[in-house]
């Protein structure tokens, strides 16, 4: 029999038993499961890696209080040649967190970060560096306001910030514990950055030492003490400068203690979502496999009367098999593109939706797990011509 022959006879066979159809559509939700299982997968481990181990708290190391005889000059003199250390900072002007009063004379008056710009922060995607004092590098997007608040956030809470505009802060002035007056100051924006929310806040803008030095300066009487700080590449290389720095005589402090455990327990958690959706979804689909081939017997006895042989009657349904996978690949790939619209739309309504927690439709994965599910489903095949 030709491949021609064998293709219409199984189209015909294929959809003359209404079940299939009804089969096809819940195989589909099931490895739509499964594409979803690496979805949480890729998720969870993009939210642990972003917004946990490369978060700046994590990389930051304070010196303990026998070290705090060093001074900010000789720490940079010891650890110039550890590689793993981006920059040597002083943490009493690392941030600080003014009103922001207005944008270009026009009156916002919400919650401004301003950090200290390091030698590792994010890469400009607009505009340019900081180059002198009271300039100031903004995440795309910005939004002034604090966390706390960020469950009504929309559209409209975006400042659409361009180069060259001007954020008026405000702070107050304090003799002591009293207030005695409040100081404006303006800032410029020079440049821009790519911000994903999951490192850095919203509401954080990037200025040089030298400039939060000053507003503090106008804003207390006290002098500020010096504090000494190791800002790391990478949280996995946390552990291992201190160790370096404790060989030198130099104990240090997670400034943001992370539970390595639970970082493991939660990649774990993803690795087994996707094991199991995987296994749920290849023993579902061989249980239904199983079933119509059940169903075929009656019809295999009736190709044997009339004369084909074996070989042809592995070809026939081998090719139903392969119009059934075919229809539960198209069928759960729908779906996913049904629900990456609405997702997408959501979005467009309100880009902040799933703030922090955003998900990530990995290509290659949902692959990987489309190809891994089909195998699984096949293998008795290849298992028959091995004979």
């Known amino acids: 029999m030709n491949k021609k022959k064998v293709n219409n006879l199984a189209i015909k066979l294929f959809f003359r038993n209404k079940k299939n159809i009804i089969r ?24 642990v890696s972003l917004t946990l181990e490369q978060a700046p708290t994590a990389r930051i190391l304070l010196l303990n209080d026998e070290s705090k005889k060093y001074s900010l000059s000789e720490i940079k003199k010891i650890t110039e040649n550890i590689q793993e250390i981006n920059d040597v900072f002083d943490y009493s002007l690392y941030q600080i967190a003014p009103n922001l009063k207005s944008l270009n004379g026009k ?28 300039e100031i590098v903004c995440g795309k997007d910005f939004i002034p306001i604090g966390d706390l608040e960020f469950s009504t956030v929309n559209k409209k809470d975006i400042m659409n910030l361009s180069v060259n505009d001007v954020i008026t802060i405000n702070v107050n002035k304090y003799n002591g514990i009293s207030k005695v007056d409040s100081v404006d100051i303006d800032l410029t924006v020079v440049g821009f950055f790519e911000n994903n929310y999951y490192a850095y806040d919203n509401n954080i803008c990037f200025a040089n030492s030298s400039t939060i030095r000053k507003i503090n300066e106008l804003s207390s009487d006290e002098q500020e003490n010096m504090l000494p700080a190791i800002f790391v590449d990478k949280h996995e290389d946390v ?33 087994i979502i996707l094991f199991v959706c995987l296994i749920f ?14 169903e075929r017997k009656y019809n295999e006895v009736l190709y044997k009367i009339i004369g084909y042989s074996n070989h042809e009657v592995l070809k026939i349904n081998l090719q139903m098999d392969k119009i059934f996978m075919s229809f539960v690949i198209i069928l759960s790939l729908l779906i996913l593109v049904i629900v990456y619209v609405i997702y997408k739309i959501i979005i467009y309504i309100n880009p902040f939706a799933f703030y922090r927690f955003t998900l990530s439709f990995n290509i290659p994965l949902i692959v990987l797990s489309i190809l891994i599910v089909s195998i699984l489903f096949f293998i008795k095949y290849l298992k028959i011509g091995a004979k």
């Open 107 to 134: 009156a916002v008056n919400k919650s401004i970060v301003i950090q200290q710009e390091l030698k590792s922060y994010p890469i400009i995607t607009e505009g340019r560096n900081i180059k002198k004092n009271y």
């Open 281 to 294: 979804s290849a023993v579902l689909l061989l249980i239904f496999q199983n079933k119509m081939a059940k």
């Open 239 to 271: 552990s291992k400068v201190s160790s370096l720095l404790s060989d030198k005589g130099i104990e240090t402090l997670n400034i943001f203690n992370l539970d390595d455990h639970l970082i493991k327990s939660v990649k774990y958690i993803s690795y």
């Open 24 to 47: 096809c559509v819940i195989c589909a939700i099931i490895v739509f499961i499964t594409i979803i299982g690496a979805n949480i997968y890729s998720t969870l481990d993009n939210y």
